[in-house]
């Protein structure tokens, strides 16, 4: 059975500063999406990478799948306090499971 | 663009009552999922259909049943609800397996 693990559970930073939260597997992904969800709402796609080494770019937002496509990274430049929200990672093997995600809070 | 929708929005129930959790999509996706979100949780895979007449179980099936008579529609039911079940369930359907999900805006139930 494939575990998406993410790390950290929680993040509070200063607005202005840069993050990197992570997602890693025992297992390969096959491909791996990214997304944001805020309170009250369901997750929202950010990015999917397929690609080992892959890296995209969403504004100040920067996603990068890992060579061996087990791990991958998303690293936020100046966050602001909009970003605040509960970041999950998603891969599929014979069905689609998510990590527990990162809360983050961005503090003005 | 009406995408995933779950009716109802919320929902209270008694130990031991039963109820159906309704939930369709317009965008002929093959595959739909439910899923249950504690409170600072991610989300946990309940049960997922491949395509109409075809579900299986996730990571938390016990306590729920699916059908997937249409391509459109993935009711999920609770047999006999337990206080353990009150949750933020979402439902979740994409094109096929490898695409990305698109989410309903959930259905907050709580157990009495």
Known sequence: TQLLEQSPQFLSIQEGENLTVYCNSSSV???LQW???????????????????????????????GDARKDSSL??????????????????ASKIIFGSGTRLSIRP | NAGVTQ?????????????????????NHEYMSWYRQDPGMGLRLI???VGAGITDQGEVPN??????????????????????????????????????????????????
């Open chain 1, 75 to 92: 690293h936020i430049t100046a966050a602001q306090p909009g970003d605040t929200g509960l970041y999950l990672c998603s891969s599929s």
């Open chain 2, 47 to 49: 049960h997922y259909s």
């Open chain 1, 35 to 65: 997304y944001r969800q805020e309170p009250g709402e369901g997750p929202v796609l950010l990015v999917t990478v397929v690609t080992g080494g892959e890296v995209k770019k969403l504004k100040r937002l920067t996603f990068q799948f």
């Open chain 2, 63 to 112: 306590g729920y049943n699916v059908s997937r008579s249409t391509t459109e529609d993935f009711p999920l039911r609770l047999l006999s609800a337990a206080p353990s079940q009150t949750s933020v369930y979402f439902c979740a359907s994409s094109e096929t397996i490898n695409q990305p999900q698109h989410f309903g805006d959930g259905t907050r139930l709580s157990i009495l």
């Open chain 2, 7 to 27: 009716t109802p929005k919320f929902q209270v129930l008694k130990t031991g009552q039963s109820m159906t959790l309704q939930c369709a999509q317009d965008m």
């Open chain 1, 29 to 31: 992904f096959s491909s």
